[in-house]
């Protein structure tokens, strides 16, 4: 996209599509923060949430489920980190989600759990929950450890 179709592009762009260009755009500071976290509106601090807005939710207004799927393993892998340390890399290797109700809350929120820590697996679990405190998703990982080389 050359600078003029870009600055044509904005010009004729609705306020909710600038809001997400600025913060695309404000995201990209060099941080070791992932982009992809950034790109559908995870957000990492005491917790991992989801803000929803126009990159991630579907046709009918409510967030993707495939949102909701990427919420959840990067919540559940955040918690692994937390339990087993940095020093390991993991891969998921099974992740189920069950959902309970479509949303378009203001903010998702996930509360995570180890089920089971192996020697080279860990299964954990995580509850997706919407500003009312109801349950979205519920999904169960596991997950491979690899000792970081």
């Not at 192996?118 to 169960?140: H, L």
Request: include cysteine; charged fraction near 25%.
């Amino acid at each position: 996209m050359s600078k003029k179709e870009l600055i044509e592009f904005i010009n004729s762009a609705k306020q909710e599509e600038l809001d997400f260009l600025s913060e695309l755009i404000k995201s990209l500071d060099g941080s070791k923060m992932r982009y992809f976290d950034k790109l559908i509106g995870i957000r990492r601090e005491n917790n991992i949430t989801l803000k929803p807005g126009i990159n991630n939710k579907n046709i009918y207004g409510v967030v993707h489920g495939g949102a909701i799927c990427s919420l959840i393993d990067i919540a559940l892998g955040a918690e692994i980190f937390k339990t087993i340390g940095e020093d390991k890399k993991i891969y998921t290797l099974e992740l189920n989600v069950n959902f309970t109700k479509a949303t378009n809350s203001s903010e998702l929120l996930t509360q995570t759990k180890i089920l089971h820590l192996g020697s080279t697996t860990i299964v954990a679990q995580c509850y997706v929950k919407d500003d009312q405190d109801d349950i979205v998703a519920v999904g169960i990982g596991t997950f491979y450890i690899v000792q970081w080389i």
